[in-house]
């Protein structure tokens, strides 16, 4: 399987992203926002991190670099994405998935493992996954999803919210939302998706040395759905 | 504008040096020279009070690879790998602008780590507030706190450990030390030492802007009432430039084009360029009108002192420019050949085709002022005769719970989760513990940090503080297996020209000084911060001292958290009850006089290297070290990281119940072990000479002392996790 991990001038989870891919059996490459093509992709990944240090609006102006374009095609054509915290921000920006990401509640970043529930298994990215409740880390200064009525029934209609703020046993309550969220949504898919947004970072859980093993629970499943 | 005495006095430069700098000039600088002058003799760049007294201190040892006057320090943690590191200070700025002030200086921090070619792997910091009853604290420590998170974070670097503190002594000065650690191959350090003639040198990075000049001559003053008039001269940090030139610096390393290469920190392109001259003992030549400026009709006054940020300034290789620049454009950096190399041995200016300064580099460097201030020697205060029926009226509970929730003891989660600690991948122990821990990337070794201070006890006896904290660092560093390397030091005093704040000075560097001689554990890198005071009153004393240690399988890394239930818990090192300057005399008994616990320097020794053995030998499950609240405080926060509890027992000792609970005796940590390994831990012990005590077993979830009184841990954590979060949001 390939992947492909977009470096923006100001990402810097690309090259943990990178680990995350090779460490599960992806042959990835890293490619550099300026480039015009994207190469033979299975799986595209916008990293997060600060692209363009978050000016003007987080996401905004790596939305408009020279390789969204092709990034776009990819996904018109059915192609995979995921972006993760930064990357579902220039997601969002790209108008790829709906909604906007505002500052966080609190007015704080934060820095720690969450639990999320799995909403919707029928995709590429969840089908197949034992588990309802997933443990992630976030760490983050803009991850509060935020929509109109009208987005949120067409999302929640569409079956799009990917993944929710919750406690260990899946209970979904404003105590367990971490940064304001609507509907403690912590991650949400296009209309067909094949495009995955979310804020916390599997990346970040693939070895049981650092915050927990639930993100290599995910890249396993995600390279077994793609073989 | 004429330069006349006045002019220099108005730059923070005495009479004496004035008359010195004519002198050696032999004849009256003019504006721009004078300007330059001031930056390199003050305080905070020329070490005049202090270079005389830091002599003294151990810089070299068999795992040093660069000792202090470089960009950082570096050791080898062997496999051609090294970790460069280094902490420094930002109080003056960040007290006038928390946000800049304390962004900037991690920005500043990181920047000394890559300019030797290091990818920054970790940041420490170490940052102490005003009491929290004084109406600035607050704010100050939430700009700080988002100032340090704000530019940390953007660049990608996990912030995994930390130390905050109160002390009124910071009202009208607080202190905002930084820390950061990088990684290198050993062959591939670079130095900011110029060579050969000729040589292009080179601009990267920001443009030059008016922001910070003389920043470097206020962190040379006191504070008075006109401090808000200074917020000029406070830094505007962009992490995201900073983020680009690391990566562009990376990549131009990678590479055999750089001869030297040197960050723009204080003083900006004038420190830079005249340290890589000095050091390469060579001349070098600048056209200002070819330095990047931000602003239209900057003077080279402006320009030479500017302290805009992400800045550096490189010395290549004849022929490498285009390459060079490929890669500066490639990043969206600017890049310019300003200047090069001479042989004239001086720094020479030009402006519009004008020659707008000579000055001989020695003069600046080699003959800056060096003072032997006067000094006063600290007495050991007498020890306090606390009456016994005192503290037999205390019930141990209670104090705890006083303990847990002092603003001093209790749990910093609301700052570190503001800052990144995970980003990397490899950080294997967060904040919170006795130090972080980062592995090296794609190896098993694992490089433990951890930065502390003890203002109270250098306060009330700066020798004894001094040893005293550099021992603290040593055991943070056991306390996870790590084997102690080296340290930074960050020393944050009053007026070095008020005989007591130098005493306090020479004392606590002297304390430094013998105790990282001992435990061989050297100083490879740090800074002086003076002047950390308002009118005529300084802070307490506080070296910072920052800690590195190795790992050498991450796999052995011990944690703080009790892990089973059923499992012995130990406190090894002699508990005596020294109860004076202890968080429970200060806080509870309102008891401020008598002398700090004593260090022995044979028993610290003797005691981390018998740990460092059980843990060698997978006997110890978790542990800790015993500081702030004694014994009971260590235990408990055991506990509230491990979720269990423990039926604490004092053993019969003539000592009081709350001496032996709450006292502040030195070199003690508290251990974990299987009931089968009991008795060969307790075999070592005893072959070692090492004192120790059984404290208890562990239980599930409750805290029982001496079978008469118990608590949940639940309760416990509540106290000891919420006094923070409360204070922060009222």
Same mark, same amino acid.
């Given at each position: 399987?390939?992947s492909?991990?977009?470096t923006?001038?100001?990402?810097?989870?690309?090259?943990?992203m990178?680990v995350?891919?090779?460490?599960f &059996?992806?042959?990835n490459?890293?490619?550099?926002?300026d480039?015009?093509e994207?190469?033979k992709s299975?799986l595209?990944v916008?990293p997060?991190g600060?692209?363009?240090?978050d000016?003007?609006?987080?996401?905004s102006m790596?939305?408009?670099s020279k390789?969204?374009?092709?990034?776009?095609n990819?996904a018109?054509?059915g192609g995979l994405?995921?972006?993760v915290?930064?990357?579902?921000?220039?997601?969002v920006?790209?108008?790829?998935?709906?909604?906007v990401?505002?500052? *966080?509640k609190y007015?704080?970043?934060?820095?720690?493992?969450v639990f999320?529930?799995?909403n919707n298994?029928?995709?590429?990215?969840f089908?197949?996954?034992?588990?309802n409740?997933?443990?992630?880390?976030i760490a983050h200064?803009e991850?509060?999803?935020?929509c109109?009525d009208?987005q949120?029934?067409?999302?929640?209609?569409?079956?799009?919210v990917a +993944?929710n703020?919750c406690?260990?046993?899946?209970? +979904?309550?404003d105590?367990?939302n971490?940064?304001g969220s609507?509907?403690?949504?912590?991650g949400?898919? *296009?209309?067909?998706?094949?495009?995955l947004?979310?804020?916390p970072?599997p990346e970040r859980? +693939?070895?049981p040395s650092?915050?927990?093993e639930? &993100?290599?629970?995910f890249?396993k499943?995600?390279?077994n759905?793609l073989? | 504008?004429?330069?006349?005495?006045?002019v220099?006095?108005?730059h923070g430069l005495?009479k004496d040096?004035?008359?010195k700098?004519c002198?050696?000039?032999?004849?009256?600088?003019?504006?721009t020279?004078? !300007?330059?002058f001031?930056a390199?003799?003050?305080?905070?760049?020329s070490?005049?009070?202090s270079?005389l007294?830091?002599k003294?201190?151990?810089?070299k040892?068999k795992?040093?690879i660069q000792g202090?006057?470089?960009?950082?320090?570096v050791?080898?943690?062997g496999d051609?790998d090294?970790i460069?590191?280094k902490i420094?200070?930002?109080?003056?700025?960040?007290?006038?602008?928390?946000y800049?002030?304390?962004?900037?200086g991690?920005?500043?921090?990181?920047?000394?780590?890559?300019t030797m070619g290091?990818?920054?792997?970790?940041?420490?910091?170490?940052i102490?507030?005003g009491?929290?009853?004084?109406k600035?604290?607050?704010?100050?420590?939430?700009?700080v706190v988002? !100032?340090?998170?704000?530019?940390g974070?953007?660049m990608?670097?996990?912030?995994i450990?930390?130390?905050?503190?109160?002390d009124s002594?910071y009202?009208?000065?607080?202190?905002?030390?930084?820390?950061?650690l990088g990684?290198?191959?050993?062959?591939?350090?670079?130095?900011?030492?110029a060579a050969?003639?000729n040589?292009?040198?080179?601009?990267?990075g920001?443009?030059?802007?008016?922001?910070g000049?003389?920043?470097?001559s206020?962190a040379?003053?006191s504070f008075?009432?006109?401090i808000?008039?200074?917020?000029?001269?406070?830094?505007?940090g962009d992490?995201?430039?900073?983020?680009?030139l690391?990566? $562009?610096?990376?990549?131009l390393?990678?590479?055999?084009?750089i001869?030297?290469?040197?960050?723009?920190g204080?003083?900006?392109l004038?420190s830079?360029?005249i340290e890589?001259?000095?050091?390469?003992?060579l001349?070098i030549e600048?056209?200002?009108?070819?330095?990047?400026?931000?602003?239209?009709?900057?003077?080279?006054y402006e320009?030479?002192?500017?302290?805009?940020?992400?800045?550096?300034?490189?010395?290549?290789?004849n022929g490498?420019?285009?390459q060079?620049?490929k890669?500066?454009d490639?990043?969206?950096?600017?890049?310019a050949?300003?200047?090069k190399? @001479?042989k004239?041995?001086?720094?020479?200016?030009?402006f519009?085709?004008?020659?707008?300064a000579?000055?001989?580099?020695?003069?600046?460097?080699e003959n800056?002022p060096m003072?032997?201030r006067?000094?006063k020697?600290?007495?050991?205060?007498?020890?306090?005769?606390?009456?016994?029926?005192?503290l037999?009226n205390l019930?141990?509970l209670n104090?705890?719970k006083?303990?847990l929730?002092?603003?001093?003891?209790?749990?910093?989660?609301?700052?570190?989760?503001?800052?990144?600690h995970?980003v990397?991948?490899?950080?294997?122990?967060?904040?919170?513990g006795?130090?972080g821990?980062?592995?090296?990337?794609?190896?098993?070794k694992?490089v433990?940090a951890?930065?502390?201070?003890s203002?109270?006890?250098?306060?009330?006896?700066?020798?004894?503080?001094g040893?005293?904290?550099?021992c603290?660092?040593?055991?943070n560093l056991?306390?996870?297996g790590a084997?102690?390397? $080296?340290?930074?030091?960050c020393?944050n005093?009053?007026?070095?020209?008020?005989?007591e704040?130098?005493g306090?000075f020479?004392e606590?560097v002297q304390?430094?000084?013998e $105790?990282?001689?001992y435990?061989?554990?050297?100083?490879?890198?740090?800074?002086v911060?003076?002047?950390?005071q308002?009118?005529?009153?300084?802070?307490k004393?506080?070296?910072?001292i920052g800690?590195?240690?190795l790992i050498?399988?991450y796999?052995?890394?011990i944690?703080m958290?009790?892990?089973e239930?059923?499992?012995?818990?130990?406190?090894?090192?002699?508990t005596e009850?020294h109860?004076?300057q202890?968080?429970?005399?200060?806080?509870?008994?309102?008891?401020?006089?008598?002398?700090?616990p004593?260090?022995n320097?044979?028993?610290?020794?003797?005691?981390?290297?018998?740990l460092l053995?059980?843990?060698d030998n997978?006997f110890?499950?978790? $542990?800790?070290d015993?500081?702030?609240g004694?014994i009971?405080t260590?235990?408990s926060k055991?506990?509230?990281?491990?979720?269990k509890?423990?039926n604490?027992k004092?053993?019969?000792?003539?000592?009081?119940?709350?001496?032996y609970?709450?006292?502040?005796d030195?070199g003690?940590?508290?251990?974990?072990?299987?009931?089968?390994?009991?008795?060969?831990?307790m075999d070592i012990l005893?072959k070692?000479a090492?004192?120790f005590d059984?404290?208890?077993?562990i239980?599930?979830n409750?805290?029982y002392?001496?079978?008469?009184t118990?608590? @949940?841990?639940d309760?416990?954590?509540?106290?000891?996790?919420?006094?923070?979060?409360?204070?922060?949001s009222k």
């Open positions: 399987m390939k492909s991990v977009i923006f001038p100001g990402s810097n989870c690309d090259r943990d990178d995350a891919l090779k460490k &059996g992806f042959k490459k890293m490619i550099w926002h480039d015009l994207l190469p299975d595209v916008l997060g600060f692209s363009y240090g000016y003007l609006r987080c996401g790596a939305s408009k390789i969204m374009k092709s990034v776009i990819f018109k054509s994405i995921i972006g915290c930064n990357g579902f921000q220039i997601l920006e790209s108008g790829l998935v709906p909604g990401l505002l500052r *966080n007015l704080e970043f934060i820095c720690k493992n999320v529930k799995i298994k029928q995709n590429s990215y089908k197949n996954i034992n588990n409740v997933l443990e992630f880390h200064n991850g509060n999803y935020f109109t009208d949120l029934k067409e999302i929640e209609d569409n079956e799009q +993944i703020y406690n260990k046993e899946g209970r +979904i309550e105590q367990f971490p940064n609507i509907k403690n949504i912590a949400i898919f *296009n209309k067909e998706k094949n495009i947004g979310m804020m970072h859980m +693939i070895d650092l915050s927990g639930d &993100g290599s629970l890249f499943n995600l390279i759905n073989k | 504008m004429l330069v006349n005495e006045q220099a006095l108005d005495k040096e004035y008359a700098i002198e050696l000039l032999k004849r009256t600088p003019n504006i020279e004078l !300007g330059v001031s390199m003799w003050n305080e905070h760049c070490y005049k009070s270079r007294h830091l003294k201190l151990p810089t040892g795992q040093v202090p006057g470089e960009n950082a320090g050791i080898d943690i051609n090294a460069v590191f420094e200070s930002h109080n003056h700025p960040s007290f006038i602008e928390p800049q002030g304390a962004a900037t991690v920005g500043g921090i990181m920047r000394d780590v890559f290091a990818r920054p792997i970790a940041n420490l910091n170490s102490h507030f009491s929290p009853q004084n600035k604290t607050k704010n100050l420590l939430r700009g988002h !100032g340090i998170g704000g530019y974070n953007c990608g670097v996990p912030t450990a930390g130390q905050t503190s109160f002594s009202n009208g000065n607080i202190l905002v030390n930084a820390m950061t990684l290198v191959k050993k062959d591939k350090i670079f130095y900011s030492k050969g003639l040589k292009p040198v080179i601009y990267v920001s443009k030059t802007g008016r922001d000049i003389h920043g470097a206020m040379s003053a008075d009432e006109k808000e008039e200074k917020k000029p001269t406070v830094q505007v992490p995201f430039t900073e983020k680009l690391l990566e $562009a610096c990376l990549e390393m990678a590479g055999d084009s001869i030297s290469i040197q960050d723009m204080a003083a900006g004038t830079s360029s890589m001259a000095s050091k390469g003992n001349g600048i056209n200002l009108n070819k330095v990047p400026c931000r602003e239209s009709k900057m003077t080279p320009i030479m002192l500017s302290e805009s940020q992400e800045r550096m300034l490189i010395v290549l290789e490498k420019e285009e060079a620049k890669i500066f490639k990043w969206n950096l600017d890049f050949v300003i200047g190399t @001479t004239s041995k001086k720094i020479e200016l030009y519009n085709d004008e020659k707008v000579s000055i001989p580099v020695n003069t600046l460097v800056s003072y032997d006067k000094w020697k600290a007495k050991l205060p007498k020890k306090n005769k606390i009456k016994k029926e005192e037999n019930k141990v104090v705890l006083k303990i929730s002092n603003p001093n003891v209790c749990s910093k989660e609301w700052i570190w989760q503001q800052y990144d995970t990397m991948g490899d950080t294997i122990q967060k904040p919170g006795d130090s821990v980062v592995r090296v990337h794609g190896t098993n694992a433990a951890s930065v502390d201070s203002a109270v006890y250098c306060w009330a006896h700066p020798l004894t503080g040893k005293q904290v550099v603290e660092s040593f055991r056991i306390s996870v084997k102690p390397i $080296a340290i930074t030091n020393l005093f009053g007026s070095p020209e008020n005989e704040n130098m306090e020479v606590c304390g430094i000084s $105790a990282s001689e435990l061989k554990f050297p100083v490879v890198s740090g800074n911060s003076f002047y950390n308002t009118k005529d009153i300084g802070i004393p506080t070296p910072s800690g590195i240690g050498k399988d796999k052995n890394m944690t958290d009790l892990k239930i059923g499992n012995i818990v130990l406190v090894i090192g002699k009850g109860i004076d202890s968080i429970f005399a200060r806080s509870i008994l309102d008891e401020k006089n008598g002398p700090p004593e260090i320097l044979f028993n610290e020794k003797n005691i981390g290297e018998t053995k059980l843990i997978n110890i499950k978790s $542990a800790h015993v500081s702030l004694g009971i260590a235990v055991m506990c509230i990281k491990g979720n509890g423990i604490l004092k053993p019969k000792f003539l000592i009081n119940e709350i001496e609970f709450f006292g502040e030195q003690r940590y508290i251990v974990e072990v299987t009931k089968k390994n009991l008795t060969k831990v005893n070692n090492v004192h059984e404290l208890g077993v239980n599930e409750e805290l002392i001496n079978e008469k118990k608590v @949940t841990i309760e416990l954590k509540t106290y000891n996790k919420n006094w923070l979060i409360d204070y922060m």
